[in-house]
């Protein structure tokens, strides 16, 4: 199957995005955390495909997306208990909200569980697709599954090209990093994910059993590198030649600059907001050098760096 690239400037490229979701096909769009693979959240034919494109198992669950708060509503069995979440600033935007699913959400999007996770996106260009729709749709982010998660639609043609219908390019994403997942049936909230919003202001406690969210028993975000870890700049004489590093800091650049190493890096910047914006497309880049070894530098601890330490850590092969 060939993927074709859409334009979302052109209102005949969205509109024909739009046509192949309502004919059961799969397409890849852009929202301000990372690219979704969509397809319509009302056609279980259509659903299934995405957990066949992305090698995921069907115990999964998918994340719906729709337009507004009022849409979210109606896909859950009774309004959501924390007014501050339902009506406060959040939506649109990246925070995801599982609560009890209303009886008409199909049970292959929730993996079985009575409970369904919405999302109510602020990017543009997915909310005009969700408009021409004119239904919710379900999306996970548009890689193969344990893989990173596309931040630009090359990433999707490079992962996904040869079994989609086509990509939206949007160009990169805003966050880089996916949604912040909360759970609301819990009390306190319970946060699943991490992501690209921080919830300083609300109260909950973090899980720390990976079964509330079936997507966090994996290992996860992963590049095909057959070894990937930590590394502090004390340690940087345990790195060989041939290897690829990623740092973020001067003292640790300049460091490995001097040593007599053949090594591929990439300095990302020591802003977290931004580090996690390049996160995934460094990853995708290494896959191309060819390595056996991907150096990390070591993070800062601190929620603002939480998100980004939480998808690492998920990569590592060993600790
Ligand atoms: O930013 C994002 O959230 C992106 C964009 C495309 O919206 N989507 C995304 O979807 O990251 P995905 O499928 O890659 O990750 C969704 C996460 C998984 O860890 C999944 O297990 C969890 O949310 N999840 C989905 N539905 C759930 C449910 N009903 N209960 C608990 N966890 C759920
Ligand atoms: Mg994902």
Known sequence: MSCKILNPNKSQDLRMAANLILNGELVAFPT???YGLAALGTEESAIKKIFLAKGRPFYNPLIVHVNSKE?????????LPDPFLDGGGYWPGPLTVVYYKAIHVLPIITGGSDKVAVRVPRNKIAQELIRLIGKPIVAPSANLSGRPSSTTADHVLKTLGNKIKAVLDGGPCRYGLESTVVDLTKKPAMLLRRGALQLNNLNFIESNNPNGSPGRLDRHYAPL???????SKENIKNIESNSGVLCYSSCFFEKIKKSELKLDIIQLSSLPRIYAKCLFS???QFEKFNIKSLWIEKLPPGNDWSA????????LTSI
């Open 32 to 34: 301000e955390t990372v």
């Open 71 to 79: 849409e979210a509503r109606n896909l859950f069995a009774s309004p």
């Open 225 to 231: 590198i057959p070894n990937i870890r930590w590394i």
């Open 282 to 284: 460094a990853f995708y």
């Open 308 to 315: 980004i330490n939480d998808r690492i850590k998920r990569s």
